[in-house]
């Protein structure tokens, strides 16, 4: 009952994104915010780039400057003191450590929901001090009644993994609404509508010391501001979901509750999708949950890229009808795409 | 300029406090909340118990029963199967993780500030199951103008190190407000006052990957509700703050700012006391931070106990006049308190 894949998968790849300065490479476009504007389907990319080596005695490192909105290379020559080397994901110099890709946010329009035209240039750079190492795995949720988008991201930086949140009316002006969690958190999804007056939200805390990376739920009175904090979602040992769970796309609000698709890596480190479903009056309140994944890493780009055997949404557009438009990144590589039904995921629920 | 030490330090020990249940030993008496009320100087300790060893043939657990708000024993047969003995800090049996001590809040009390009368019972144990390994290192934040009083508190389960609240008139009953930071989160202090209109709160998350064990400041509308994050303080490595920091005492208002008393750990694992000054309008702002520290652990039962060269404190109590009165945990043990002047704690930040 996998969902039926787009036959012309992957829909995006690294080589349809124009770097966003010289001297870097695109190695990623994955992991897209989706969410269906009008007669459009957006997707927010997070496209990922490292500098392109091109003179053998220097190394080129990718870096942010938040001040002035810019993603540049900077090249060190290999012979400088203190340089290391090291770490291949990462490279400390002059007491500041780089990492080795850097990923922003880009646009990318379609009419028909398979065939996107990405934009020239990014849409959303690193902007604050919470950003310096990138802005990465976008959630949109499109709050009606407020006709308004919010975009939820992961903040890399020095200062540690969060997640900020921003909002959009048109897609052109977005504004910062600030850290909404502190590290380690990832994987947000704001639900699209409120609960009892209040919002809602997925989260996924992660710690170093007792407890494991679940799922929680906290609530909002005005998006900035999160608290009643809920346990909702445990790992499974031994489970497609055995080691860690995070939200994927923002919950879909269904006749039987709050459905949400989110994903689960097992102890070989392979990500699948699943869905458990919400009370909706009480979304701490779990009434289902897939047994077996709604969808796995079968196929060629999703077994091989950047991190093999993995496919991960962060956006799923519901319509027309029955159907479930999953957009999901493959291999921590490209963008991907495949059709199921509200029907389908139901049944994974039984 | 250390601050002056009570002579009759430590001034409750372990021993000074009755067990919550038969069967127990309480081992540590520890990091109390402080708060002046009225006539009368209130602690809210940390107490820690152990299970008492008196049946060769078995091990004793000390367990929360978080429905039912009972600390009790229980005895496993030390040839169950399934019983992993291996790690001294815990003990694994029937699926389950119990910790070697479990801690509760014990309300003592007292006239002149040096010598309490500790309840025979315990104020405030586990009643839910974020809390179930226990409740750590209370804060108490008294808002004048509301006249009521915050308990912050660290909830600590198998789910994680998390951060709850709780609010009380009278210290008879408590009303908890919820988890209101995932783990891992601990050193939480509420301002006693608002900012600009905002409840502002001292809290140290801590991560896996990137970031470090900092100081951040947190706002909020309703005190349930937490966001608008900002990092605030890093640890200063090679310094007596270079591994970790964490708030103190709920910060205090003071003419040129609010001063925070915070603690910070070195590369030997002790910690100690230092002073931050925050601007008065804007507390995201670091005004001045103590070179030196304002306390270090020198005394016998500061370096000698559970967890050695430790001075932490989760209350300070201000007044009369210029008199800083420093109540701290000595060694994750006893409670010492220590008196010092604001003048002093100022000139460390010069």
Chains 1, 2 share one sequence.
Not at 103 to 108: D, I, P
Not at 229 to 244: A, E, K, Q, T, V
Not at 269 to 277: E, H, K, R, T
Not at 312 to 330: D, M, S
Request: hydrophobic residues 35%; glycine residues 10%; aromatic residues 10%.
């Amino acid at each position: 009952m996998e969902p039926v894949r787009y036959p012309g998968n992957p829909i995006i790849r690294p080589e349809d994104v124009p770097p966003s300065a010289d001297g870097l490479e695109v190695v990623g476009a994955f992991n897209a915010g989706a969410v269906q504007v009008g007669e459009e389907t957006f997707l927010l990319l997070r496209v990922a780039e490292a500098a392109r080596c091109t003179d053998p005695d220097t190394v080129p490192i990718v870096t942010a400057d938040p001040d002035r909105g810019e993603i540049r290379v900077v090249s060190i020559p290999k012979n400088s003191p203190g340089l290391d080397l090291s770490d291949p994901r990462q490279v400390i110099y002059g007491g500041h450590r780089y990492l080795s890709s850097l990923s922003h946010l880009r646009l990318a329009r379609s009419r028909d929901g398979y065939h996107f035209q990405v934009d020239a240039r990014p849409t959303i750079v690193p902007r604050s001090r919470y950003e310096t190492y990138g802005i990465e795995d976008p959630r949109i949720t499109y709050l009606a009644e407020e006709d308004r988008y919010l975009i939820t991201y992961t903040a890399v930086s020095n200062l540690g993994i969060a997640v900020g949140l921003m909002e959009t009316r048109d897609f052109v002006d977005f504004r910062r609404l600030g850290i909404i969690f502190t590290p380690d958190n990832k994987d947000v999804a704001v639900f699209p509508g409120t609960v009892q007056g209040h919002y809602a939200v997925l989260h996924r805390p992660s710690s170093s010391h007792l407890g494991s990376p679940d799922i929680w739920i906290a609530f909002s009175d005005n998006l900035q501001y999160w608290g009643n904090n809920h346990h909702l979602l445990g790992r499974r040992p031994g489970m497609w979901d055995g080691i860690r769970v995070g939200a994927g796309a923002p919950p879909l609000l269904t006749p039987e509750g709050w459905l949400e698709i989110y994903h689960g890596a097992n102890e070989d480190n392979s990500y699948f999708l699943g869905a458990v479903l919400l009370d909706r009056q009480d979304p701490t309140r779990v009434l289902a949950r897939s047994q077996d994944p709604v969808m796995s890493p079968i196929m060629g780009y999703e077994r091989t890229g950047f991190f093999n055997n993995t496919v991960f949404t962060c956006g799923v557009v519901p319509g027309p009808g029955e159907q479930l438009r999953i957009y999901y990144g493959a291999a921590d590589k490209v963008t991907a795409v495949a059709d199921t039904t509200l029907g389908a995921v139901m049944d994974s629920l039984r």
